[in-house]
């Protein structure tokens, strides 16, 4: 069975600097996609950003960015010029192309920006 | 706009009550998901179904009950209702592609007392 681990229950960065929240997965397949979920006061879960394990490239979406270390099976979440708007849950999740779509996810990280 | 809706935001049940949580989705997804969120332990699955009337066992599957009757709506059912069951409760959908993970409900906080 697959597993997420997030080893990281609580983090905090100033406004403006970048910080880094870690993610290792276990799994026995080649092909899935991994995630990173925000989870901000109001409870609605926002995808942040996505990538797919057959691509080289690290995905980005404006300041965040992921390091992805398929070998290793790594998967960290990069913000970069963090916003008061950044505080939230985060979430690492994966899901593997076969059999069941289900998503995985890690115990989660609390992310507080300082002002 | 894509949604996934659940009935309630806040439910407070008594100790043995049967419970039922509703999730209506709009996005013709086949995949329909009911997690647990608690402190710690991240979102666990409970149940999930691929298809009309058909089901899963997630993770923790023990003291829960589903169905699906039709592909937009799939609910939650807590046979008798204990404290250990009070937590954060979460739907979600995704197509079988499922590139774009899954859209989530806004959560029901239950509280069993």
């Known amino acids: 069975a697959q597993t997420v681990t997030q080893s990281q229950p609580e983090m905090s960065v100033q406004e403006a600097e970048t910080v880094t929240l870690s993610c290792t997965y276990d799994t026995s397949e080649s092909d899935y996609y991994l995630f990173w979920y925000k989870q901000p006061p109001s409870r609605q879960m926002i995808l942040v950003i996505r990538q797919e394990a057959y691509k080289q490239q690290n995905a980005t979406e404006n300041r965040f960015s992921v390091n992805f270390q398929k070998a290793a099976k790594s998967f960290s979440l990069k913000i970069s010029d963090s916003q008061l708007g950044d505080a939230a849950m985060y979430f690492c999740?994966?899901?593997?192309?076969?059999?069941?779509?289900?998503?995985?996810f890690g115990q989660g990280t609390r992310l507080t920006i300082n002002p | 706009d894509v949604k996934v809706t659940q009935s309630s935001r806040y439910l407070v049940k008594r100790t043995g009550e049967k419970v039922f949580l509703e999730c209506v989705q709009d996005?013709?997804?086949?995949?329909m998901f009911w997690y647990r969120q608690d402190p710690g332990l991240g979102l666990r699955l409970i149940y999930f179904s691929y298809d009309v009337k058909m089901k899963e066992k997630g993770d923790i599957p023990e003291g829960y009950s589903v169905s699906r009757e039709k592909k937009e709506r799939f609910s939650l059912i807590l046979e008798s209702a204990s404290t250990n069951q009070t937590s954060m409760y979460l739907c979600a959908s995704n197509t079988r592609t499922g590139h774009v993970g899954a859209f989530f409900g806004q959560g029901t906080r239950l509280t069993v007392v």
């Open positions: 996005m013709d997804h086949e995949n």
């Open positions: 999740a994966y899901r593997g192309y076969q059999g069941a779509q289900k998503l995985v």
